[in-house]
């Protein structure tokens, strides 16, 4: 089946090319379009996509607010920033409230396609240069607190994009024994969304 995907961005001419180029992958439909973060939510709960494309400057409701009510609303639904803006303030804006990914318009159409279908399966998905303005956020914290072997196994699975269920698998534990601690390595490491406990992983990667 298809990867359903919702594009949320306030200028016409983009959407219509990013359903245009989209179109080409029959891995990918595209199910809805919004121009603002309200009609967002309102797209989301009568589509429920796969993926939101969501942009980050709009009217009404911009994008990082609409990604935090996303997700709260629907966690499932994974939220990719997709964005011609490159702020730390907005990349750390999206990241905290629940964004997998974050990537830049000027990309390839074939690279956006696999980040979509990425993201589906739980994959975080990061332009190089928002990776970078997360890993320096994350350099100012103090040494990482102890981690149980069990948080530590957790948190190396959730880096590899794996989903609750996968690790449970992998683990041999119950989904909702995983997703207790990846909620105490959200609140040990201070952190708001899986895609900040990846990029912790990865800055504390041997170089």
């Known amino acids: 089946m298809p990867i359903t995907v919702l594009l949320v961005d306030d200028h016409t001419l983009v959407r219509q090319g990013l359903k245009l180029l989209l179109s080409q992958d029959p891995e990918i439909r595209i199910v809805g379009e919004a121009s603002n973060g309200l009609q967002a939510l309102e797209q989301v709960g009568k589509l429920l996509p796969e993926v939101v494309l969501m942009d980050l400057m709009m009217p009404e ?25 490159l702020e730390d303030a907005s990349v750390i804006s ?5 964004a997998i990914g974050y990537l830049l318009k000027d990309m390839q159409a074939t690279e956006l396609c696999r980040s979509i279908k990425a993201a589906a399966a739980g994959q975080v998905q990061l332009a190089p240069e928002a990776a970078s303005r997360l890993m320096r956020e994350l350099r100012f ?26 690790i449970g698998e992998t683990l041999c534990i119950g989904e909702k024994t995983v997703k207790t601690h990846v909620s105490r390595l959200l609140q040990k490491l201070n952190v708001r969304s899986r895609t900040q406990l990846a990029v912790h992983v990865w800055q504390r990667a041997p170089r």
Do not use: F, H
């Open 61 to 85: 409701m911009d994008g990082v607010t609409a990604i935090a009510q996303l997700r709260k609303d629907y966690p499932d639904v994974e939220v990719i920033a997709l964005t011609s803006v």
């Open 94 to 98: 999206a990241v905290r409230n629940g």
């Open 141 to 166: 914290q103090e040494e990482a607190p102890a981690l149980t072997e069990r948080e530590q196994e957790v948190l190396e699975l959730v880096s590899k994009g794996m989903s609750n269920a996968a």
